[in-house]
């Protein structure tokens, strides 16, 4: 049973993972979410715009402070599908569009809901053990009444 535990738990953070993931993608619709890393003049940015992760690096600006930073945007309002480099000199780092890390979290976590929905009948309705030719009338596994 600690293995059905554990896929339940894993189901749920499955779960709450994609709704965090979509919650990001709706909220910095238009906006931008970033975090600048200023080190030895250079600024390492990472953020969330345009249903995308990216990152890149470029000189600091004079006097430059770093930490996060949620605003409005001007320049990427669009929003990145494919995984691809920002097209413009000196931004160069990966984009990762959400649809990627939501579908790796997506996928198995649906497999795990279809794995955990109802037994079959003919199967105890508690633990699934296969009750086919039982006639005591309670699941020897768990005990339930069937
Ligand atoms: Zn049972």
Known sequence: ?????????????????CAVIVTAWIATYGRISEYAHVENGTSTYIGITGGAIWCFGMPSHPGEQGGWYFGEVQ?????????????????DGPVIPLWIPF??????????????RRPPRGSCQSCGYNLTGNVSGVCPECGTKT
């Open 75 to 91: 320049d990427h309002t669009r929003t990145f599908w494919r995984p691809r480099l920002i097209p413009a000199s000196r931004l």
């Open 1 to 17: 049973m600690q293995r059905s535990r554990f896929r339940k738990r894993a189901k749920w953070v499955g779960s709450v993972g």
């Open 103 to 116: 579908l790796i979290l997506a996928i198995p976590t649906a497999f795990l809901w279809y794995r955990d």
